[in-house]
């Protein structure tokens, strides 16, 4: 597949950026996809020593990508402890 794109390219010179941003794209998704696997606290992979992760995050912790218009330092906590 990988020698059919280079065809393709040396055939067709345009499509070299078509083929550069195709593969950017597929590698930064699969990257946040990743990011989003590892770092987010809603998702759990090991079940038997922390079954519940977001209940030690503090108030204050900031965990989205993006958060508009959000002071994460101003907020208090909301929740009880177990």
């Known amino acids: 597949m990988f020698r059919q794109m280079l065809k393709q390219a040396r055939r067709n010179p345009g499509l070299v950026p078509l083929f550069f941003f195709i593969g950017l794209g597929l590698s930064s998704a699969s990257l946040y996809l990743l990011r989003l696997a590892i770092f987010n606290p809603d998702v759990i992979w090991d079940r038997k020593n922390n079954s519940e992760p977001w209940n030690k995050l503090s108030p204050t912790h900031q965990y989205k990508f993006l ?12 929740r009880p402890d177990f």
């Open 67 to 78: 958060a508009v218009e959000t002071d994460y330092s101003k907020l208090k906590k909301d």
